[in-house]
């Protein structure tokens, strides 16, 4: 992937300033609900590039990805 293109698609994420919008806004919403807490969940897949090179990004993108919030939200949530 061109340098570029991995700043279009990425950049956003490698951005300190939206870091810290989001931990702010993060912070915000949890501060107004009692019992309410912030965690922050890294997660590593293993051999992504081989699923990219396997099943091209865009599907990957659309299938495999989403499945990481539900999964855990689902294992975070009480």
Do not use: C, H
Not at 57 to 77: N, Y
């Amino acid at each position: 992937m061109l340098k570029r293109e991995l700043e279009q698609k990425f950049g956003i994420l490698f951005s300190a300033a939206q870091e810290q919008r989001d931990l702010d806004l993060w912070a915000t919403e949890a501060a107004g609900v009692p019992g309410y807490a912030i965690g922050l969940v890294f997660l590593d897949i293993d051999d992504f590039k081989r699923l990219n090179s396997a099943f091209t990004e865009s599907i990957v993108d659309r299938t495999v990805l989403p499945a990481f919030p539900r999964l855990v939200r689902t294992l975070s949530l009480p």
